[in-house]
C-alpha cells in the first residue's frame, strides 16, 4: 500500500514539475514583486490600518483564487478536507503569520532596522529547515549565503559601519523577526504539501483559511472606528499588494521552491534589497551610490555559489 502511495506521490511530482532554471526565474520575478510592495509602502507609509491592508489584501486575492479554480478546488473537496488541519497551517504560517506581524511591525520600527531584518530572511530559511528536517548545506552554499548577507548589509548600512549605532530592538523589530520566522517554516513546509491537491486549489484553500483567520482583526479596526481614504493613491497600494506580491508571486514561489529546495530559494531575499534599490531610482527619484553596486555585485556572486552548489537529490527509495 505504501509502496503505490509513493509511486502515486512520485508521478504527482514528476507532472507538476518545472525545470531547474524556470523555477529560479520564478523566485527572481516573486523578488520584483516583493520588492515593488516595500517601495510602494514606503511611499504611503501609515495611511492604511495594518489589520484593514491585511484582511482587504487577502480578501481580494483568495476572490482571485476562488474565480480562477473555484471549481477545480470544488472537484478536490473531499482530499481537501482530508488534509484540512494541515491546509490550516500553510495559511496560518505562510499568509497570518507573515503578513499581519510584518505590517503591524513596520508601523513601529526603523527603515534600518526592517532592512537589516529583511536581508536575514536567508538565514532564517536555511536555520528553520535545519531545525525542521535536519537538511544542511554545502559549504559553497554557506559561502554564498554569508556573501549574500554581506552584500545585502554593504547596501541597507551604506557602506558604514556607524549606522548600526541606531540599531535598537523594540516591539517592532520582535514583529517584524517573526514575521520572517513564520515565513521560512512555510517555504519549509512547502515539501509536505499534498501531492494529490492541484496548485490552485492548494492556494484557494490556504488563502479562505487565512481571511477566516484575520476576520477578528478587521473587526478589530471597524470598532476602533479606523479607516481610511480611497484615494488614488492608496487604492494603487491595495490594488499592486494583491495582483503582484500576493496573487502571482505566491503562485510562482509555490511551484519553484519544491523544485530548487527551501535554501536556494531563500536567496531570492537578497535579490529584493537590489530590485529596491533599482525601483527606487525610478519611482521615488533617489540615486545608485558606489556602496550600492559593490553590494549588488556581491550579492550576485553569494546567489550563484549557492544555486551552483545544490547538493543533488537522493535517490527515490525503492523498497
Not at 509513493?6 to 504527482?12: F, G, L, V
Not at 478589530?220 to 479607516?227: A, E, F, N, R
Amino acid at each position: 500500500m505504501s509502496d503505490n502511495r509513493s509511486k502515486t506521490e512520485n508521478a504527482a511530482q514528476a507532472r507538476t514539475a518545472i525545470p531547474y532554471w524556470l523555477a529560479l526565474a520564478f523566485l527572481v520575478i516573486g523578488a520584483l514583486s516583493w520588492a515593488g510592495s516595500s517601495v510602494a509602502g514606503r511611499a504611503a507609509s501609515g495611511n492604511i490600518p495594518p489589520f484593514s491592508l491585511s484582511f482587504i489584501r487577502w480578501s481580494c486575492v483568495a476572490l482571485l483564487f476562488l474565480l480562477v479554480s473555484g471549481r477545480q478546488t470544488w472537484m478536490q473537496r473531499h482530499i481537501i478536507a482530508r488534509h484540512l488541519p494541515l491546509l490550516a497551517a500553510f495559511g496560518f504560517f505562510g499568509v497570518v503569520g507573515f503578513t499581519v506581524p510584518y505590517y503591524v511591525g513596520l508601523q513601529f520600527t526603523v527603515a534600518v532596522n526592517a532592512s537589516l531584518m529583511n536581508a536575514s530572511g536567508t538565514l532564517w530559511i536555511v536555520g528553520t529547515a535545519f531545525l525542521m528536517t535536519g537538511a544542511l548545506i554545502t559549504r559553497k552554499q554557506a559561502l554564498g549565503v554569508l556573501l549574500g548577507f554581506s552584500g545585502t548589509l554593504m547596501i541597507v548600512l551604506r557602506a558604514d559601519i556607524s549606522v548600526l549605532s541606531e540599531f535598537a530592538i523594540n516591539i517592532g523589530d520582535v514583529l517584524v523577526l517573526s514575521a520572517f520566522f513564520s515565513w521560512a517554516v512555510y517555504t519549509v513546509m512547502l515539501r509536505w504539501k499534498p501531492p494529490e491537491i492541484g496548485e490552485m486549489p492548494f492556494l484557494t484553500v490556504m488563502t479562505c483559511l487565512a481571511v477566516l483567520m484575520m476576520a477578528p482583526l478587521y473587526v478589530v479596526d471597524l470598532v476602533q472606528g479606523k479607516s481610511f481614504d480611497t484615494d488614488i493613491g492608496n487604492l494603487t497600494i491595495i490594488g499592486y499588494a494583491i495582483i503582484f506580491p500576493s496573487f502571482l508571486s505566491y503562485i510562482l514561489w509555490n511551484r519553484a521552491v519544491p523544485v530548487v529546495g527551501s535554501s536556494v530559494a531563500g536567496m531570492a531575499q537578497y535579490l529584493i534589497p537590489i530590485f529596491g534599490v533599482t525601483l527606487s531610482v525610478i519611482v521615488l527619484g533617489e540615486s545608485i551610490e558606489n556602496y550600492h553596486l559593490a553590494g549588488i555585485a556581491i550579492i550576485f556572486v553569494g546567489v550563484w555559489l549557492v544555486t551552483s552548489g545544490k547538493k543533488p537529490e537522493a535517490a527515490p527509495d525503492k523498497a
